[in-house]
């Protein structure tokens, strides 16, 4: 089992890195956010998951354990590949999915691409106790699930970032928000347009 990869990159796609251990070189899957963030020549250390197959050996990789962990869990649902599994990790953070399944809400991962109604029902069904409960959002934020903060990720979302980034980004200006901001859906928007905007196409994803 290769459980991690400590090494220099040779490559980096959209979903895909290269990564050069003691002179072999490993191909391995990740997250669009994984692969943004690797950079040719640098070093980059990864979780991994190998999937065995009888034609295939593939390598899935994540910057945290946490996520790697996840993603063998993901595996365990009936429907959901390595593919599958990966684009929810793609499109949510730990945190996302753990609160997703806690709220017993399939919409999430009926938002992920390739994941159906019916997958998607499984994933919270099947989930359910497995999950560590999500962490606390910082103080004074709302809630992830809060009628406020799911409108701006949704506007958010509807201007071309990915969930995860646009959800990251409400926690994060929330945090330093007034009240009535915080409170206040144009001006919650405005405020994560203004944070996102400096990274816009490296937020996008």
Sequence with gaps: MISSLHGTVLHAGSDVVEVVVGGVGFTVAVTPEVARSARVGETLHLHTNLIVREDALSLYGFAERAECSLFQ??????GVGPKSALGVLSAMSVDQIAQAV????????????????????LIVVQLAGKLAPP???????????????GQVVIALVGLGW???????AVE??????GESDRTNVPAMLRLALAHLGPAREAARG
Excluded at 135 to 149: K, Q
Aim: proline share 7%; hydrophobic share 50%; net charge negative.
């Design 162 to 168: 990915s969930e995860r980034v646009a959800a990251e």
């Design 135 to 149: 962490a606390a959002a910082p103080a004074g934020a709302p809630a992830a699930g809060s009628a406020i903060a």
């Design 172 to 177: 994060v200006v929330a945090a330093d928000a």
């Design 102 to 121: 806690s709220d017993d809400d399939d919409a999430p991962f009926r938002r992920v691409s390739g994941i159906g109604p019916k997958t998607a029902k």
């Design 73 to 78: 869990i993901l595996l365990g649902v009936t």
